[in-house]
């Protein structure tokens, strides 16, 4: 199966669900930029300097490592501190320093809690002008992180939501959402929270399976009620992507809501993981890098943020984590190019959620998950 066979149209979700979940990432701030993704690394006055990125763990912050951190400290002589952890962990964390020094100095977030850290004054307005390469990024995921036609992030990599699957337990391969729904996987199932991104996309997924829309409370009610389903089912309820790759691996569950990108990266390394793209539409998965608000290394920030934006490093990173990244001008392997379109007008037909009308709405909803599942 390849993501060129399922860039399909998909009905658009207009959404009222929004999550305050956080996944961070990567990102920097520094000077303005030579256009080499090197930045101010030839006056050497970065040596010694250090920068703090909350980024995700597992193989996608190993890959990040060696795309993005290791070239820029070789290059620049400053240091990248990667802080792993959990998106919720990283937004309270910069919440609770707003004021004084942040926690992190650029940190990856997704839509789903953009609107969230805007509104909360934790991350800052981008300069893009200090990217030499950011009129090359792909316009549909750039705007992902535009609020009220500010720009805030730097979007990388960009994925699909969809179902992962033990191709060792699981018989034939599940088509849409409500096969995880299936009894014959009861037992078996891991549900995320909906303070996690595929928490959220699961239901989002649910409703447009239906023909549904989220803006329609009974179609919002409908979706719980088939998660309702799953409240003596879920055998695991991860919180993150490493967690959902570990609850696979382990055989703590056999099917999840995943991203592609992590499922394939564990298909290739010879663990028994299959990924199916719903019939009705996978949901687009997108992480973007935010300069913090009040970082005392903003030079060194955008500096780095030039080498995240690079055609030269991204690939590096997308063969990696067979993640397509934010650069239209990226060259890939040919392997990663039969299996994975990306570039102009390849994200055009993704579902995408809208969060910021969605947000006022999250914590009731994560009530009623809580009821469910506990």
Avoid at 159 to 168: F, H, K, L, N
Avoid at 202 to 227: K, Y
Avoid at 258 to 278: K, L, S
Avoid at 362 to 368: G, I, M, N, S, T
Wanted: charged share 20%.
């Amino acid at each position: 199966m390849t993501h060129r066979t399922t860039r399909r149209a998909a009905r658009p979700l207009t959404r009222t669900l929004a999550v305050t979940t956080v996944l961070a990432l990567t990102g920097g701030l520094a000077a303005c930029s030579s256009g080499d993704g090197g930045g101010d690394a030839a006056s050497g006055d970065l040596s010694g300097r250090t920068l703090k990125v909350a980024v995700y763990a597992g193989s996608w912050g190993e890959s990040f490592t060696q795309a993005f951190v290791d070239p820029f400290e070789e290059e620049t002589g400053a240091t990248v501190e990667l802080v792993p952890g959990g998106p919720a962990d990283w937004l309270t964390a910069l919440r609770s320093s707003k004021g004084g020094t942040p926690a992190y100095d650029v940190v990856a977030f997704t839509p789903n809690v953009v609107p969230s850290a805007v509104s909360a004054g934790v991350v800052a307005p981008l300069d893009t002008d200090r990217i030499a390469e950011f009129d090359q990024l792909n316009t549909v995921l750039a705007e992902q992180s535009d609020v009220d036609g500010t720009q805030y992030g730097v979007p990388l990599t960009v994925g699909s939501t969809g179902i992962a699957y033990r191709t060792d337990k699981v018989d034939e391969a599940p088509t849409d959402w409500s096969d995880l729904l299936d009894p014959k996987y009861c037992g078996h199932v891991a549900v995320s929270p909906l303070t996690f991104n595929t928490g959220i996309e699961f239901v989002a997924g649910l409703i447009n399976e239906a023909g549904g829309s989220i803006t329609d409370p009974a179609d919002v009610d409908a979706a719980f009620e088939q998660l309702q389903t799953l409240k003596d089912c879920a055998s695991a309820f991860p919180a993150d992507g490493t967690s959902v790759e570990t609850a696979l691996a382990n055989g703590d569950a056999w099917i999840a809501a995943h991203w592609d990108g992590r499922a394939f990266v564990q298909q290739n390394a010879g663990e028994p993981i299959g990924f199916a793209y719903p019939e009705s539409g996978s949901v687009g998965a997108l992480t973007s890098l935010f300069v913090t608000e009040g970082t005392e290394e903003e030079e060194l920030a955008y500096t780095f943020l030039d080498y995240v934006a690079s055609s030269e490093h991204q690939p590096v990173f997308s063969e990696g984590t067979w993640y397509a990244a934010s650069n239209d001008e990226n060259t890939y392997t040919e392997q990663f190019d039969e299996q994975i379109t990306s570039g102009p007008g390849a994200y055009d037909d993704f579902v995408w959620v809208d969060y910021e009308a969605i947000t006022p709405q999250l914590p009731d909803l994560q009530a009623r998950w809580q009821e469910i599942f506990g």
